[in-house]
């Protein structure tokens, strides 16, 4: 089967910085995307990664590892504006593309 | 350049019912997904069309349709709605099946709700 696990919730303050996890199991690996969704509103593309290491785009970076079916998304110096839902996609053998149930941050003043 | 759009923005149906949700993707994108999101199931994908042909399905019942025109316009239909049906169904395009790693555009959905 396919599942892809991340964690409900998070909190975190304005300024710091904070990891999302993202572990999945899929038939077959054909890259991996982080989505970000505000309340009300369509997501919007952040990342993707199809090999191992660390994908930098500005405040935000992205890590795969496909051995261990792992992935996070790292987002610094945090503002109010990032308070939204994180989606972590995979694109399978199949070359569907499957969320998870998505994160939803909390961004505390 | 104009983005992904869905229309209606809102529905509302009656059980039983059946109803046409359109997408227009990005000039020169093939491919269109659809997927249905709820609070509790999050993202659920619904079917991907590339070239007027379905590509890929997702696990919903027959009830749920779709389909591809000359022009990537696309339409999903679902017959005999059931009150489950509620959710925000979001179409997404990208330029060709494959090149993924661009991501998809998600339109702003379609909120429907059946009562």
């Known amino acids: 089967g396919q599942n892809i696990d991340q964690p409900t919730e998070m909190t975190a303050t304005e300024g710091a910085i904070v990891q999302i996890n993202c572990t999945y199991q899929?038939?077959?690996?054909?890259?991996l995307f982080w989505y970000q969704q505000h309340a009300g509103e369509a997501p919007t593309f952040l990342s993707y990664?199809?090999?191992?290491g660390l994908e930098e785009k500005g405040r935000f970076s992205s890590f795969l590892s496909r051995s261990k079916g792992y992935s996070y998304l790292l987002l610094k110096e945090l503002q109010m504006k990032d308070s939204a839902s994180y989606l972590c996609?995979?694109?399978?053998?199949?070359?569907?593309?499957?969320f998870g149930k998505g994160t939803r941050l909390h961004i505390l003043p | 350049k104009a983005g992904v759009t869905q229309t209606p923005r809102y529905l509302i149906k009656t059980r039983g019912q059946q109803v046409t949700l359109s997408c227009s993707p990005i000039?020169?994108?093939?491919?269109v997904s659809w997927y249905q999101q709820t609070p509790g199931q999050g993202l659920q994908f619904l079917f991907e069309?590339?070239?007027?042909?379905?590509?890929n399905k997702g696990n919903f019942p027959g009830r749920f349709s779709g389909r591809q025109f000359s022009n990537s316009r696309s339409e999903m239909n679902v017959s005999t709605l059931e009150l489950g049906d509620s959710a925000l169904y979001l179409c997404?395009?990208?330029?060709?099946?494959?090149?993924?790693?661009?991501?998809?555009?998600f339109g702003s959905g379609t909120r429907l709700t059946v009562v």
């Open positions: 997404a395009s990208s330029l060709a099946a494959v090149e993924a790693n661009y991501g998809y555009t």
């Open positions: 899929t038939s077959g690996f054909n890259g």
């Open positions: 990664n199809v090999l191992d």
């Open positions: 996609a995979v694109k399978g053998r199949d070359d569907k593309i499957i």
């Open positions: 000039s020169g994108h093939r491919s």
């Open positions: 069309y590339f070239s007027e042909t379905q590509r």
